[in-house]
């Protein structure tokens, strides 16, 4: 990874009517880095990334991109490849017509397009699919299919919002490799995304954004780790749906229900022998676990202890 930033932001602040979206924003991408940012919705991102991309002037601040100024100035927006949420491909055309699509929107043209295309088709992974509709594959092909589209013309910095919405496991881990592998020869990655445990596995540095400020920032491993030190995360996951007795026992013993998957977690320095402790009270009080985990903390963990620093303050 090379010190040299791609992206450079300076105190970026943007004002909405009376409301502040952004306060003071700095922010540094270099090139053959992975950066996540993070944060809940209405934290700032999509601002920020709207300003990168040279689609709105700050209120205060500044964006330099490869030392331009994106806003400003056309080049500067040209070595920039955004891969959006929503899928932005035609699905009746082929894998490789869409590319080549994209490429001639994208200024590539000639022998360059064809190059550019058998390069997107290697990196994303989608040879084996460049002859079929796009309508006809499955989430995450066109996730990468929507990658190639993005990188045909070389962007130094590629931006992807939300790139693993609607896709499994092992397509999100398809999608990882192609994303390392444009990392691996220099591009600048940007990922914006509500994927803890993706950005925790991917990314070189993760910035956390809160009510348009970034609260903290570094490698996922050394944040974690000075954050919670020896402590481990244990995970309990119940056979049936808690009643209000089990959510009471659960709560006594120091247990939060996390949102989205049911389970119930709790920190704890006693690692595997506080868990087997755990599990001997909750049958003691009629609460029989399927399962209980014990796992090193995750930027999930991380994310909820931002959350009460700024609830604190």
């Not at 970026?12 to 991408?29: C, P, Q, S, T, Y």
């Not at 994927?195 to 009510?211: H, I, K, N, P, S």
């Not at 909750?282 to 931002?306: D, K, W, Y």
Request: proline fraction near 4%; hydrophobic fraction near 40%.
């Amino acid at each position: 990874m090379s010190d040299r930033p791609i992206l450079q932001v300076w105190g970026a602040e943007h004002r909405f009517d009376d409301r502040m979206i952004l306060r003071g924003v700095d922010l540094k991408v270099r090139q053959g880095e992975i950066y996540a940012l993070l944060g809940p919705n209405g934290a700032g991102k999509s601002t920020l990334v709207r300003a990168v991309c040279g689609r709105l002037k700050l209120t205060g601040g500044e964006v330099a991109l490869d030392d331009k100024d994106p806003w400003s100035n056309p080049a500067a927006r040209r070595v920039v490849g955004v891969v959006p949420q929503d899928l932005a491909l035609y699905p009746h055309l082929t894998v490789r017509e869409n590319l080549e699509t994209f490429g001639r929107l994208s200024g590539v043209k000639g022998r360059a397009l064809q190059d550019a295309v058998r390069q997107a088709l290697r990196l994303t992974r989608t040879e084996d699919r460049e002859h079929a509709p796009v309508g006809h594959l499955s989430g995450g092909y066109k996730r990468r299919v929507n990658i190639g589209a993005a990188i045909l013309h070389q962007p130094k910095l590629l931006i992807l919002d939300e790139p693993t919405v609607g896709v499994d496991i092992d397509a999100r881990a398809a999608l990882d490799s192609v994303i390392r592998a444009l990392r691996d020869m220099g591009t600048a990655v940007l990922v914006v995304t509500h994927d803890l445990d993706q950005a925790g596995g991917l990314a070189d540095r993760v910035g956390f954004l809160r009510e348009g400020r970034k609260v903290l920032e570094g490698a996922p491993h050394a944040l974690i780790e000075q954050a919670f030190g020896a402590e481990m995360e244990i995970l309990v996951e119940l056979s049936v749906e808690a009643d209000a007795a089990t959510e009471a026992a659960l709560a006594g013993e120091g247990l939060t229900r996390r949102e989205g998957d049911g389970l119930w977690t709790r920190l704890d320095a006693g690692g595997y022998a506080a868990a087997g402790r755990l599990d001997k009270r909750l049958r003691r009080a009629g609460v029989v676990p399927r399962e209980i985990r014990v796992r090193e903390p995750s930027l999930q963990n991380l994310f909820t202890l931002v959350a009460e620093w700024r609830r604190a303050a």
